[in-house]
């Protein structure tokens, strides 16, 4: 690099070896010339006061700031949510369609149980037989209240799924076949 | 220890700290309007460049517009936004250069009685002293006004001021050296007119 180029890096504190650069000043009085005109230049702007913008602006300016950062807070929508809130909301899903699921299971399983009752519940059923209450009307209630239970709202792929599962536990389950069942394990 | 500025930004993105914002500010906000002062005429001028350019900051930090993507040098890409608006102003203003400006420096009457401060006469020299230094270096060559003013009033170093005006190093430096060497001459021939003026009367 050009040695009077090298002197504004100087001036200015970048010149990475100023040694060698102060020995090629002690051998060349033009350089030398060069560098003290600079200095006196730059000392004469190093010596201005500082400007600074008026108090209220920076005031204004941290307002502006404090309502961005407000406006762009995740709850509003207007900057993308963060991950780890993503991911939350994501796994409390999956783990809300389980619980779903494996309720309507389970619900699937004991309805199954109930209806296989009624066929027989005037002849002697083998529960009754064995001094279990009926069940029959207590299944009917349940049911219409498991109805109400689900949510209406949801018509995710989820709970079409599980209403698929239900009608085929349901199909499963139907009086007849179990009624045939019972007919045909009855001694 | 004092927080770095990316510390400061990450506090302000991420937990909505205010105050980590205005520290940010009133730490650049010298070499911030220094800049924008020396390339505008005008103190009102200035803020509201000033104003204008961190509007385009917080807009692009949070996303809003344009983009942050922390890589280490927030003064330097403030810079950038600053140099800009600066620029579209000049624009501005010379589509109305056959307008007569009649700009005051936002300062009311009694801003300007500094006479009750012991230093009264020590500010009022110095005032002085930048204003006539501010006179000449507006007659610098353009490009070469920006890099003194970009590197004396801001502290960015000359790479990335040529980052900044993609230019190479040396046409930085080279700059530079002009505009500290023409200031000189300047300041010689201003001297030499006010000696010749004092002898005169």
Redesign the interface.
Known sequence: ??D??R???YL?G?EEDESALARRLSDDDDLYR?YE??R???R???????????PA??D???D???T???S??PSTG???ARAPSRSWTRRLQTVGAGLALLLLIGLGWWQGAGVSDEPVADSAAPGVLDGEAPQAPATADTRSADADAIPAWDDGEELIRIQRRIDRLQARSAPDRWGSLQRVSRP | MQPTDEELVTA??DE?D?QA??RL??RH??RI??YL?GMVKGRAA??DL??ET??RV??AM???RGSYDRQGQWLSWVMSIARNAAIDHTRKQKKWAEVPQDEDD?RSFWDTLEAESPYADE?LH??E??EW?DEHIEQLAPEQKEV?LL??ETDL??REIAELQDVSI?TA??R??YA??N??KM?EASNEAALVGALDT
Do not use: C, W
Request: glycine share 4%; charged share 35%; aromatic share 8%.
């Open positions: 690099m050009d009077r180029l002197l504004i890096r200015y970048e060069e005109r600079l006196d230049a730059k004469a702007l190093n010596d201005r006061p500082a400007r600074r913008p008026d602006v920076v204004q300016v941290v502006e700031a404090r961005a950062a407000q762009s807070a207007d900057r993308p | 302000y993105l909505d205010e914002f205005r500010v009133e906000q010298d309007f220094g002062m200035a803020n000033f104003q961190f509007e917080i807009k949070q996303g809003q936002g500010q110095r005032a002293q930048r230094l003194l590197r004396q170093t000359f040396n430096l080279g530079m050296r500290l060497k200031l000189r300041m």
